[in-house]
């Protein structure tokens, strides 16, 4: 059963930089079946697409978070992370790691349980 | 990239039927097959509930299904149950290998 983990500091200065890794067991990122991808949901309200990486290495971005947003991957440790940098309070949030299944149902279907990140002083 | 727009809420009785919109831009939902749906609980992560529109993954009930109308998707819950209770998002394709999602709709079953 795959299973993915994210794992990170919970509370970020503002104006420093947000860094979060997302480790998955029971599968491999380096399968071209998939990307892999963070998503982010502040207190109270929807989900916001952050980005995605494939196992080429390429990356995608939210146009609206792409200055400040690397997601990159570690293939020989399995995982792949994301950094936010210039952190404001807007970027509070609970940040989830999901799968993007490219072949089969299209569609973000397996997810972490989610990380809390508080960015204050 | 807007966020695709949907009710805040919702709500219906055991046993009837609603129906969740989501509605975007010829330049996502109205472009691709590729709207997909998510079922939330409190303090839970997102579980995937529809995929390309209307079809569901395995497990899933297929007291839900999905359908699409130019820039407008639509999520419907057939048969309400009380476990139905929870947050919906959808969420689409936007090109260039990108994504967009709805602001997630609150059903209450009464």
């Known amino acids: 059963q795959l299973q993915l983990q994210e794992s990170g500091p919970g509370l970020v200065q503002p104006s420093e930089t947000l860094s979060l890794t997302c480790t998955v067991s029971?599968?491999?990122?380096?399968?071209?079946?998939?990307?892999w991808g963070w998503i982010r949901q502040p207190p109270g309200k929807g989900l916001e697409w952050t980005g995605n990486?494939?196992?080429?290495?390429?990356?995608y971005y939210n146009p609206s978070l792409k200055s400040r947003v690397t997601i990159s991957a570690d293939t020989s440790k399995n995982q792949f992370s994301l950094k936010l940098t210039s952190v404001t309070a807007a970027d509070t949030a609970v940040y989830y790691c999901?799968?993007?299944?490219?072949?089969?149902?299209?569609?973000?279907?397996?997810w972490g349980q989610g990380t809390l990140v508080t960015v204050s002083s | 990239q807007s966020a695709l727009t949907q009710p805040a809420s919702v709500s219906g009785s055991p046993g009837q039927s609603i129906t969740i919109s989501c509605t975007g831009t010829?330049?996502?939902?109205?472009?691709?097959?590729?709207v997909s749906w998510y079922q939330q609980h409190p303090g839970k992560a997102p579980k995937l509930i529809i995929y390309?529109?209307?079809k569901r993954p395995s497990g899933v009930s297929n007291r839900f299904s999905g359908s699409k109308s130019g820039n407008t998707a639509s999520l419907t819950i057939s048969g309400l149950q009380a476990e139905d209770e929870a947050d919906y998002s959808c969420?689409?394709?936007?090109?260039?290998?990108?994504?967009?999602f709805g602001g997630g709709t609150k059903l209450t079953v009464l």
């Open positions: 999901a799968r993007l299944d490219n072949t089969v149902t299209t569609g973000f279907d397996y």
């Open positions: 029971g599968g491999s990122i380096s399968s071209s079946s998939y990307y």
């Open positions: 990486i494939y196992y080429s290495g390429s990356a």
């Open positions: 010829s330049s996502d939902v109205g472009n691709y097959n590729l």
């Open positions: 390309e529109v209307t």
């Open positions: 969420c689409s394709y936007a090109g260039i290998s990108t994504w967009v």
